[in-house]
T-cell receptor, first 114, second 112 residues
């Protein structure tokens, strides 16, 4: 089954404790992206990757890092989480062959930073 | 700046009561407009892509239409299982490859 998986699904942590949210897709997609979803603000892009070793900032990259060492994986790293990073995070992927093609989203990771 | 505004924020319908959701957009050259459905606790699920004014697409009880300034998602004779948040997103010609700008969504509740 074609899917995007994220782990963990739920995470409660404390300010300053480094964490990583993993994202993996099994569709051989080149493009992967991270979004955060906050009430009243909609989905906002954090980082995206066009392919292995190619990443770039989205609209709200501050406080986040990413890496793309393998095509299937695109982890999101919070080096020193703060309470304003409490949010619902989604990873998405799609093929590069047409920019208009739909993106497939993961199930989400609900992060709480206290 | 590219912008997407969805209305209403929330909509409550009786089963079988048809209605429309609105997505107004401002973008410097539209590459595509996307509709997604999002169930509570889940990721957005793709519904439609519209590329040019006048285009229409249908899927079961849903029909999406596009003009130069807005898109409508028409729901005909909805059922309770159509309850979800419906998200609209645009992709502009002059922005990064595959970059989507999302609206905040319309929460639809269909009562039996």
């Amino acid at each position: 089954e074609a899917q995007v998986t994220q782990n963990p699904r739920y995470l409660i942590t404390v300010t300053g404790k480094k964490l990583t949210v993993t994202c993996s897709q099994n569709m051989n997609h080149e493009y992967m992206s991270w979004y955060r979803q906050d009430p009243g603000l909609g989905l906002r892009q954090i980082y995206y990757s066009m392919n292995v070793e190619v990443t770039d900032k989205g609209d709200v990259p501050e406080g986040y890092k990413v890496s793309r060492k393998e095509k299937r994986n695109f982890p999101l790293i919070l080096e020193s989480p703060s309470p304003n990073q409490t949010s619902l995070y989604f990873c998405a992927s799609s093929s590069n062959r047409d920019p208009r093609i739909e993106q497939y989203f993961g199930p989400g990771t609900r992060l709480t930073v206290t | 700046e590219d912008q997407v505004t969805q209305s209403p924020e929330a909509l409550r319908l009786q089963e079988g009561e048809s209605s429309s959701l609105n997505c107004s957009y401002t973008v410097s050259g539209l590459r595509g407009l996307f509709w997604y459905r999002q169930d509570p606790g889940k990721g957005p699920e793709f519904l439609f892509t519209l590329y040019s004014a006048g285009e229409e697409k249908e899927k079961e009880r849903l029909k999406a239409t596009l003009t130069k300034k807005e898109s409508f998602l028409h729901i005909t004779a909805p059922k309770p299982e159509d309850s979800a948040t419906y998200l609209c997103a645009v992709q502009a010609m002059n922005t990064g490859f595959q970059k989507l700008v999302f609206g905040t969504g319309t929460r639809l509740l269909v009562s039996p």
